[in-house]
C-alpha cells in the first residue's frame, strides 16, 4: 500500500527567507506526486504535480519541487516566503495511472512571521 | 477560477436531522467524484467515490447508511449526512479529476459541518 509521509507538522519562517519542506512516500512503483496547499477553511488548490521526466518541477506562486527516486522523496520549495503563504501543505501520491486513490500526507502548516 | 463548487459552506443541524451537502463540477463533466472528510488538524480520509449512474464505492469503515451519495447527473454529486450526530461534525470536501487519468483532482472549498 502507498504511505505519505510529511515529517513535520508545523513550520515558522521568516518572511522573505526560503522554505522547504519535506514529503517521504512508500510505493513500488514511481507514483504519481502532488503538492497541494489549503487555506484555512478552504479546499485544496493543487501547486504542482510529478508524473515523469524532469525531477524537478514548477508550480504556482513560485514553488519548485524535486523528485528524488533514491531518496523516496518529493520535498517543496520556495526560495522567498510571503506572508501570504501561511497556509497548510499537504502532500500526496497515487499509483501510476492517475487520480485513483490519492492518499494525503498529514500536513505541514506553514506560519511566515514577519 | 473554481472548477469545482461545492454547497453549503457552512452548516448547523441538530441531532437527528439530515444534511445534504453538492458538489458540481463547473465547467467539466465528472463521471468520478469524490468525498472526503477531514477532521482538525488532520488530513483528508477518503470517505467514497462517487460514480455517475452507478453506486458509490465506499471505504472501509465508512456506513453507506449513514453517509448516501448519489450522482444522478454527469455534474452534480450530493453527500447526505442522515440522522448526523455531533460526531459527525465535520469538514467534508469533495473533489473531481477534470480531463484523463493523468489529470489532477480539482477540489471544492468543502463544507463545515456542526451538528448540535
Known amino acids: 500500500a502507498q504511505s505519505v509521509t510529511q515529517p513535520d507538522i508545523h513550520i515558522t519562517v521568516s518572511e522573505g527567507a526560503s522554505l522547504e519542506l519535506r514529503c517521504n512516500y512508500s510505493y513500488g512503483a514511481t507514483p504519481y506526486l502532488f503538492w497541494y496547499v489549503q487555506s484555512p477553511g478552504q479546499g485544496l488548490q493543487l501547486l504542482l504535480k510529478?508524473?515523469?521526466?524532469?525531477?524537478l518541477v514548477q508550480g504556482i506562486k513560485g514553488f519548485e519541487a524535486e523528485f528524488k527516486r533514491s531518496q523516496s522523496s518529493f520535498n517543496l520549495r520556495k526560495p522567498s516566503v510571503h506572508w501570504s503563504d501561511a497556509a497548510e501543505y499537504f502532500c500526496a501520491v497515487s499509483p501510476s495511472g492517475g487520480y485513483q486513490k490519492v492518499t494525503f500526507g498529514t500536513g505541514t502548516k506553514l506560519q511566515v512571521i514577519p | 477560477g473554481a472548477v469545482v463548487s461545492q454547497h453549503p459552506s457552512w452548516v448547523i443541524c441538530k441531532s437527528g436531522t439530515s444534511v445534504k451537502i453538492e458538489c458540481r463540477s463547473l465547467d467539466f463533466q465528472a463521471t468520478t467524484m469524490f468525498w472526503y472528510r477531514q477532521f482538525p488538524k488532520q488530513s483528508l480520509m477518503l470517505m467514497a467515490t462517487?460514480?455517475?449512474?452507478?453506486?458509490?464505492?465506499?471505504e472501509q469503515g465508512v456506513e453507506k447508511d449513514k453517509f448516501l451519495i448519489n450522482h444522478a447527473s454527469l455534474t452534480l454529486s450530493t453527500l447526505t449526512v442522515t440522522s448526523a450526530h455531533p460526531e459527525d461534525s465535520s469538514f467534508y470536501i469533495c473533489?473531481?479529476?477534470?480531463?484523463?487519468?493523468?489529470?489532477?483532482?480539482?477540489f471544492g472549498n468543502g463544507t463545515r459541518l456542526t451538528v448540535t
Open positions: 473533489s473531481a479529476p477534470r480531463g484523463n487519468v493523468e489529470s489532477p483532482l480539482h
Open positions: 510529478y508524473f515523469s521526466g524532469d525531477t
Open positions: 462517487s460514480n455517475e449512474g452507478s453506486k458509490a464505492t465506499y
